[in-house]
Structure formats: structure tokens, C-alpha cells
């Protein structure tokens, strides 16, 4: 009776490890440091699996550094991951496909994909809902916004950037008066 109750630890322990592994990979977490403060974020590949990849590759290759939050909405949505403090472009990789239909919802907190109003259009910009916006998510007869994440730290952070005063310049709107930048993106997990 004991060995059999040492192989089921044994094997519970290690079904424990496997899970762990499995998860990290399928719910990869991130760090944003920005002159703010640090937001910490988890990806849902299993959802949002061509969101999540395009996101990563950005992550990895230092493309989203020095990038500014140059759309900050009160009660909406703060956006970044497309612009230089001089509201410059930065380069992006191909567009990817919209997984809208995922199941996962524009609420308070989740990451999504910023796109245009084709569908098919997102690339490197993505948005935090500071509020529930299912008006993003998909509808019967329309394409909604990517949801492939959620924030699972610096909240306050998040709100802090919403409160920033706002300006309209160089043909952009909600742009923060301070640019807030991005100074640093790191996978934790």
C-alpha cells in the first residue's frame, strides 16, 4: 500500500511540473517597463495563438522599445506599440489575421489588437481596456478587436497612464502632453 501511495505522489508531482511547463508555454508572461512604472501581462496562446506569436516577436526582437502610449482614452482604452516619442512609425512585421472569435472578452484589463477598419489589419499596435468594451468584441455581423491577454500587475500603473493630460499633435489625437515611453520588454515566465 505504500509503494502504491509513493508512485501516485510520484506521479502526481510530476503531472504537477508537466502542468506547470504546459502552462507557462500556452500563458507566456510579460514585463513592460515604462517611465510610468512596470505592467506585467499573460498572453492566452491557446486562444489567441497568431496574436500571441506576433506579439512575442516583437517582445524578442526590441522592436517595441522606445515605443510611446500615443492614444490614452479616460474610461476607453490606452494604446502603444506603433510610434516614437517624435510620433515617428516604427517597423512592422506582416499583418496577421483578426481571432476575435476566440471567446476571450474587451474587458477591464484585457490586451488586445489595435487594428484598422480592415479586419485583417492588426501588426504591432495593441491597447488595454480600461473599462468592459464589448462594443470591441465580435458581432454576428461584424469583425471585433483581438483579445490575447489580460494584466495581471501594475493596475495602478495602467490607471496612472490613463490619467495623463492629452494633446492633439502632428495629426494624431490623445496624445499624453509627457511621453510616456517603453523602456523595457521582458518574458518572465
Known sequence: MR????????????????????????????????????????LDRNRAPKS???????????????????????GFVIQTGGYNVDLSEIETLPEIINESGN???????????????????????FYINLNDNFSLDPMPTRWGYAVFGDVIGGFSVVDGIASNATQSTKGFQDVPVAPIIILEVNRID
Open 3 to 42: 509503494n502504491i501511495f509513493k508512485n501516485l505522489t510520484a506521479l502526481f508531482v510530476i503531472g504537477l511540473m508537466s502542468f506547470k511547463i504546459h502552462a507557462s508555454e500556452n500563458y507566456p508572461q510579460i514585463e513592460i517597463v515604462t517611465t510610468s512604472g512596470t505592467i506585467v501581462i499573460e
Open 52 to 74: 500571441v506569436e506576433n506579439f512575442l516577436n516583437y517582445v524578442e526582437s526590441g522592436l517595441y522599445i522606445g515605443t510611446i502610449f500615443h492614444r490614452v482614452i479616460p
Open 103 to 125: 471567446g476571450l472578452k474587451n474587458q477591464r484589463m484585457s490586451l488586445g489588437m489595435a487594428r484598422t477598419n480592415e479586419p485583417h489589419s492588426a501588426s504591432s499596435q
